[in-house]
């Protein structure tokens, strides 16, 4: 038995994420570089900095518009 390994969770291939999320995320870091992305509801929260907060700010707008995109994981 020691030569199998537990396979992860997701068995069959396929994407994770959908093209337009891609697309979305892409834009997302574009309005970052140009200085244009805002975070908070409805842009109050100031420019954003992070590389990582754009991606999540991409993902969360593709989420929206329904594109495919995996559920958002629990802060524990």
Request: proline fraction near 3%; charged fraction near 35%; hydrophobic fraction near 25%.
């Amino acid at each position: 038995m020691a030569g199998k390994k537990k396979s992860s969770a997701r068995k069959s291939g396929g994407r994770k994420y959908g093209q337009a999320a891609s697309k979305s995320v892409e834009s997302a870091m574009r309005r970052k570089k140009k200085g244009t992305l805002k975070s908070g509801p409805g842009g109050k929260g100031g420019t954003v900095k992070s590389r990582k907060q754009a991606i999540a700010i991409g993902l969360s707008e593709a989420r929206e518009k329904g594109a495919k995109v995996p559920n958002k994981k629990k802060a524990a």
